[in-house]
């Protein structure tokens, strides 16, 4: 049974920083497409950062500068560290994996598995 189990989320000021944590487990491997969407009351989930496995990355232009997407492989963990966070930024945030892909994108629809969320508040 896959299993996308995220962690770190929370409450900060302003400007602050938070850094999420995605432990992946089940047949679901880090070769997978996987990223990090989010979705604020009201609205729809949207892309926040992904990457393949060869370790290109995608980011929202609302994040770019500021967050950045990472995974470890051997410890089957997805991280995305948050900077200079604000307000705009909260939203539960969820961990996704998708088949792999040659150009990780943005979109909803190419993910398959996705966790639980953790709530981020800004």
């Known amino acids: 049974d896959v299993q996308l189990v995220e962690s770190g989320g929370g409450s900060v000021q302003a400007g602050g920083s938070l850094r999420l944590s995605c432990v992946v487990s089940g047949h679901v491997m880090m070769s997978y497409c996987m990223g990090w969407f989010r979705q604020a009351p009201g609205k729809e989930r949207e892309g926040v950062a992904v990457i393949n496995r060869r370790g290109t990355t995608n980011y929202a232009d609302s994040v770019k500068g500021r967050f950045t997407i990472s995974k470890v492989n051997a410890e089957g963990t997805l991280y995305l560290q948050m900077n200079s966070l604000k307000p705009e930024d909260t939203a539960i945030y969820y961990c996704?994996?998708?088949?792999?892909?040659?150009?990780?994108?943005?979109?909803?629809?190419?993910?398959?598995?996705w966790g639980h969320g953790t709530q981020v508040t800004v």
């Open positions: 996704a994996a998708g088949p792999p892909c040659f150009r990780p994108l943005l979109l909803v629809s190419e993910y398959h598995y």
